[in-house]
Every structure is written in C-alpha cells, then in structure tokens.
C-alpha cells in the first residue's frame, strides 16, 4: 500500500490515504478477452522489428533500449533538461510532510494540466482546513509519487463527495492581442457588365 499524503497547514500536520481514481471506478469496464483452444487466457506479447526478442506486458516498465537494441534499466537512466544538463532526481513525497500554500486562486486550479486524481481517505484532519475544503477553498502542494526527474504540482480540494488531490503540470496560456488591427478598403472598379446574367435570355 503506498504511502499517505501528508500536508501542513499552519502549523498543524494533516494525512490523508490515497487512492487512484480512473475511468474505471467511474464507469466500469469491459474487457475482451482471447482464450487458447484449451480455453485459457492469451497473454498479448510483441516482437521487436529485428525479430529477435518477445516483449511482454509490464516487461517495457523496467527499461528500454538504445539505439544500438542494448537494454538500459531504469536505474541507469538520467534527466536532462533542454540545454543537455544533468537534472538532480527529485525524491517520492508520499510520507513526508509537504507544506500547503492557499487558498489558491481558482484560476490557478482550471490552469493545471491534469495528468491524475486521486482520491483522499483522511487519517488526521485539521478542522479548520476541513472547514475551509468544504467551502470551496483549494490549497497547492508539492507531489511526487515515486522518485524521479518530474515533480509535479498537485492541488487539495473537496466536494460533498469526498476530497481529492489534482495532480499535474500548470499550463498557463500566454496572452495574445493583435498588434493592428485589420481593416477592410472598398475599392470601386467601377461597372462591369459582363458578368451580368441577361434574364432575357432564358
């Protein structure tokens, strides 16, 4: 099971479980599945374009390969930024107590780039943040589910539902105006009647 997501609010520590939502929970799902003629269950695999190894599911999760078909764990792997540097690994925030900024703006909510949400089972609940979820407010946090070289922003809010963390990347879209605006000149070519239709000709 992971970790609980653990947040401070004023000086006061508040956790929560965590739990995936996806389009599962929401809807269900329907699954086709192809059985063997014995009637059990194919596993889907691939093959590589050289034909020379089987890729099964979950197998592509541990690692990749190069250029030259050499296989890489992830362990092995750094971050590099756009101008070639070596980016420092940013640590798991599951466990560890992650100060809350707000409440936020809204906008700062509708301009996040949702990647995933999950939703939060308190373990401790500050009242007075309780409260203040319940009324609508939104209070930004750090969030990184497993070490990596992609920290991401996540958002605590809540509904009559339950509470939840929105997790992903601010996406905020530049504002463009129109340095001059276009105007449309009429410009008389004076008549022309030889495109005109002689009714009298039908």
Excluded: H
């Excluded at 296989?71 to 809350?100: C, F, H, M, Q, Y």
């Excluded at 700062?108 to 409260?131: M, N």
């Amino acid at each position: 099971m992971a970790k609980p997501i653990i947040v401070n609010w004023k000086g006061v520590q508040s956790s929560f479980k965590i739990g995936k939502l996806d389009r599962t929970k929401l809807y269900g799902k329907r699954q086709r599945q192809v059985l063997d003629p014995e009637g059990e269950r194919c596993e889907r695999a691939e093959l590589t374009r050289d034909g020379a190894l089987l890729i099964r599911t979950g197998m592509t999760a541990q690692g990749y390969f190069d250029g030259q078909g050499t296989w890489v764990a992830n362990r092995e792997l750094v971050g590099i930024d756009e101008k070639g540097e070596t980016l420092a690994k940013v640590g798991s925030t599951l466990g560890a107590e992650e100060p809350l900024e707000g409440p936020v703006n809204p906008s700062d909510v509708l301009d996040l780039a949702v990647r995933s949400v999950y939703i939060l089972t308190p373990e401790g609940l500050d009242p007075d943040l309780q409260k203040r979820l319940l009324a609508g407010e939104a209070f930004r946090f750090a969030f990184n589910y497993r070490a990596d070289f992609n920290a991401e922003t996540a958002f605590l809010v809540a509904n009559k539902s339950g509470f939840f963390a929105l997790v992903g990347q601010p996406a905020e879209a530049p504002w463009q105006e129109l340095e001059s605006v276009a105007t449309e000149t009429f410009v008389d070519e004076g008549d022309d009647d030889d495109d005109d239709l002689d009714f009298e000709m039908f």
